[in-house]
């Protein structure tokens, strides 16, 4: 009984490490977004009241319109509603998740907000963290290299 | 006089405050009119406002502000006694703590620049300048702050800032009236270090120091010397020519709930005039509902009196500094204040707010505040 | 005595330590909100404000350094 409290203790104690290029996104998770087999997503986690990101968003719609690849975006605000109406409000044309729980970024624990993750496969191939200027430009060219 | 003395104050557009509010920038455009008025028909001040922020790209954001102030009103010095039959600043009369009338406005702007850089510190650099008839103040500052650690939990920040001054002073003394010009400067430094405590806690503590140099007198304010003597007279203050200040900055705010936050500032001041002051200043915000957010709060000031003050007029004989400045005597202060917003849509919001000024030294003031913000 | 003194604060500084969370970048709502700046709602009626307290009272410093010294007091 003892060595189970212990054991416990410690695997509680043991930070979750971040996803990083080169990791496996966990099969769950993969199936919660809808990925499918070889195609690249730009997976994008993002906020109401996140500034950068109400910069970003609408840089990344346009590479999702314009087909260049997969969006698929995550919201992390703790009221959802205040997600629907930052969607709704940025006519994000991509599929969105709303993660309130936070169950999702705290499975891939980027080091920065907001945080996009290149993935194909089930792996990460890329993440970009924080404010970028002409993120789309960025995405494009990053996804020409991709492929 | 006082005006001037209200009015060449250091543009506090706080790079703190510009600093926090970088890293959650927005455009906007807001105005807002600001009243304050003493008690016993001493100063009144009408000031609207105009201020606009605006984001270039992620790593650029740009503000302005502009500020006319129209003051009117009468601070008190000392006079001649005209019902003991004085009629000029040095004759055999007697002398009276009054007020002094004056009329005067000030037009004052400043921007200010923040840059970004790729791990995300920012470099703050601002001019600040500021006329009215007999003032003339520049000022360019630059502040830096730095991320510590990769989730940008901790800060530290280090800016100066340096003011050149330009007073016109009236030659009371001989009755001729001639102006002439006098400088000082003004160099503040000031480093701190911010640390977020937990997701709704967050810590700031500042050190800072201020240099001025040159005319610091206030060259309408009056003392008597050799009161009661052959030789009493009325003459012009006089202040050193040099003052050195240091102080603490302790700065926490926090938030109970989703809907209240508490914030509290307390800073420590001392100066070679020997004033030390402490100020412990408290506000809360409670958010009713999505729209309205009520705001309260009170501030508490004490301060000792400047080793060169004295209110007497048969204080004063031989002394190099001398004031009379009610300013520099020791006091407490109290302020209590309170404000609503209303949110009418993500683009408009509208500003009320009011503050009552409480001084132990008689001076009691009132501020109302009324604007609007357009954010786009 | 200085013993009693560096364990005081040897312990201090651990609790202090211990006080502090890491928080995560998009762990950052609460602090994110209007309310939570140091500037307040509104930095236009803090400045002001500021500009009040400077014009009758004998110390400053400590709201940044831009605008550079005062002329006032």
């Not at chain 2, 100063?43 to 129209?70: E, R």
């Not at chain 2, 055999?92 to 200010?112: C, L, V």
């Not at chain 2, 009379?324 to 919001?349: G, H």
Request: hydrophobic share 35%; proline share 2%; with cysteine.
């Amino acid at each position: 009984m003892l060595k189970r409290i212990v054991y416990s203790f410690i695997f509680s104690t043991v930070a979750v490490l971040a996803l990083e290029s080169g990791d496996s996104i966990p099969k769950e998770i993969q199936e919660k977004l809808n990925l499918e087999t070889d195609k690249v997503y730009v997976i994008d986690f993002f906020a109401s009241w996140c500034k950068s990101c109400k910069k970003e968003l609408p840089l990344v719609a346009n590479i999702y319109n314009d087909n260049i690849v997969q969006v698929v975006g995550i919201n992390v605000d703790k009221n959802k509603e205040d997600g629907e109406k930052f969607v709704k409000e940025l006519s994000l044309p991509f599929p969105i998740f709303y993660d309130k729980e936070k169950h999702l970024i705290k499975t891939f624990d980027p080091l920065g907000f907001p945080a996009i993750y290149y993935v194909k496969n089930g792996k990460v191939l890329h993440v970009i963290f924080g404010a970028v200027k002409d993120i789309d430009k960025t995405i494009t060219e990053d996804i020409k290299s991709i492929k | 006089m006082q005006l001037k003395n209200f009015n060449s104050i250091s543009k506090i557009t706080a790079i703190a405050i510009v600093a926090s509010n970088a890293l959650y920038a927005e455009n906007y455009v807001a105005v807002e009119f600001l009243q304050y008025d003493e008690n016993n028909n001493r100063v009144s001040v009408s000031a609207p406002s105009l201020s606009a922020s605006y984001d270039i790209g992620t790593d650029y954001t740009i503000k302005a502000d502009f500020v006319h102030d129209a003051v009117s009103g009468a601070t008190p010095s000392w006079q001649p006694d005209s019902s003991s039959g004085a009629s000029s600043r040095d004759n055999s009369g007697d002398y009276i703590y009054e007020k002094q009338t004056f009329d005067e406005a000030r037009n004052a702007g400043s921007i200010m620049l923040t840059t970004r850089f790729e791990n995300r510190d920012e470099l703050y650099t601002g001019i600040d300048y500021s006329r009215e008839s007999d003032f003339d103040s520049k000022a360019v500052s630059a502040e830096y702050m730095h991320y510590t650690d990769k989730s940008h939990n901790q800060s530290i920040n280090f800016g100066v800032s340096y003011g050149m001054n330009e007073i016109l002073s009236y030659d009371y003394d001989t009755g001729s009236g001639a102006s002439q010009k006098e400088t000082s400067t003004s160099i503040n430094i000031q480093a701190g270090i911010s640390q977020i405590i937990n997701n709704h806690s967050l810590l700031k503590v500042e050190g800072f120091t201020i240099l001025d140099d040159g005319y610091l007198t206030n060259p309408h304010a009056n003392i008597v010397r050799d009161y009661g003597t052959a030789t009493q007279n009325l003459i012009t203050e006089n202040r050193p020519d040099k003052r050195t200040a240091y102080g603490v900055n302790l700065k926490y705010i926090s938030m109970f709930g989703d809907n209240l936050s508490f914030k509290t500032n307390y800073r420590f001041y001392t100066d070679d005039w020997d004033v030390t002051s402490h100020t412990l200043d408290n506000d809360i915000y409670y958010s009713l509902n999505k729209k309205i957010t009520l705001g309260a709060g009170f501030r508490i000031y004490t301060q000792s009196e400047a080793n060169f003050y004295n209110k007497k007029k048969d204080f004063f004989t031989d002394e190099k500094f001398a004031s009379s400045d009610e300013r520099l005597s020791q006091f407490d202060a109290l302020t209590y204040k309170a404000s609503i917003d209303f949110k009418q849509n993500d683009s408009i919001s509208y500003n009320l707010g009011g503050e009552f000024y409480s001084q132990s030294t008689g001076l009691d003031a009132t501020m109302f505040t009324a604007g609007m913000k357009y954010r786009f | 005595m200085r013993k009693y003194l560096l364990m005081t604060m040897s312990f201090s500084l651990f609790m202090g330590c211990s006080l502090i969370e890491e928080v995560k970048p998009w762990e950052k709502e609460t602090l994110a909100k209007p309310t939570m700046q140091f500037a307040g709602l509104h930095p236009e009626v803090n400045k002001f404000e500021s500009h009040i307290y400077y014009s009758k009272e004998a110390s400053k410093g400590g709201s940044g350094v831009a605008g550079g010294g005062c002329g006032c007091n």
